[in-house]
């Protein structure tokens, strides 16, 4: 039994499901994330690899703080676009969710990431559980989370190329870089 690696599997499923929520309404609402939101999804997929490696690896402090460096970074990026549209009268970019943006949730997100992480971090009975787990004595749950969020990235990788190219993204992308007239 490897509840630790269950733990953090549900960790991996947690953020894909969040960055599944956020590349479907992409293309439902036909908004194009900035890059300040393509870098805070980036944040999530690096916490992600992070809890990945607890997963594959077994849980290690390190992976741990990999996670945590990551939720820091992803925090700073989501507080920098909320501190761009903190005046009043600015219009905030994209459309709310449960009356908050996107990336407003991010910084709430990535705060309670940096939380859990650190509380969970702090269970010494996990460390007991190193080594590499090979595919077939992975628990199913730990599967799951291996193939959604390695999909996931995929996706989110490929859009954000489709959307900014090989060169730098536009501040207000209006189209995708790869299908321009």
């Known amino acids: 039994m490897h509840p630790y ?36 999804r980036l944040g999530f997929v690096a916490v992600s690899i992070g809890l990945l490696l607890n997963v594959t690896h077994g849980p290690r402090p390190s992976h741990y703080g990999f996670a945590i460096a990551a939720s820091v970074a992803g925090g700073a990026m989501a507080l920098r676009q909320v501190s761009l549209h903190v005046i009043p009268g600015t219009p905030g970019y994209g459309s709310p969710f449960l009356g908050l943006h996107f990336y407003t949730w991010a910084f709430l997100l990535f705060a309670f990431m940096i939380a859990a992480i650190a509380m969970i971090s702090s269970l010494p009975r996990q460390y007991d559980d190193l080594g590499w787990l090979q595919w077939r004595q992975q628990p199913l749950l730990c599967k799951l989370a291996i193939v959604v969020i390695t999909i ?29 007239d």
Do not use: K
Request: charged content about 10%; aromatic content about 10%.
């Open 5 to 40: 690696r269950q733990l953090n599997a549900l960790g991996i499923i947690a953020i894909s499901a969040m960055l599944t929520y956020a590349f479907a309404d992409q293309f439902v609402n036909h908004e194009l994330p900035c890059p300040l939101c393509l870098l805070q």
């Open 152 to 180: 996931i990235i995929s996706l989110n990788a490929l859009a954000a190329f489709s959307e900014c190219g090989p060169g730098t993204c536009p501040d207000n992308p209006e189209q995708y870089w790869l299908f321009q």
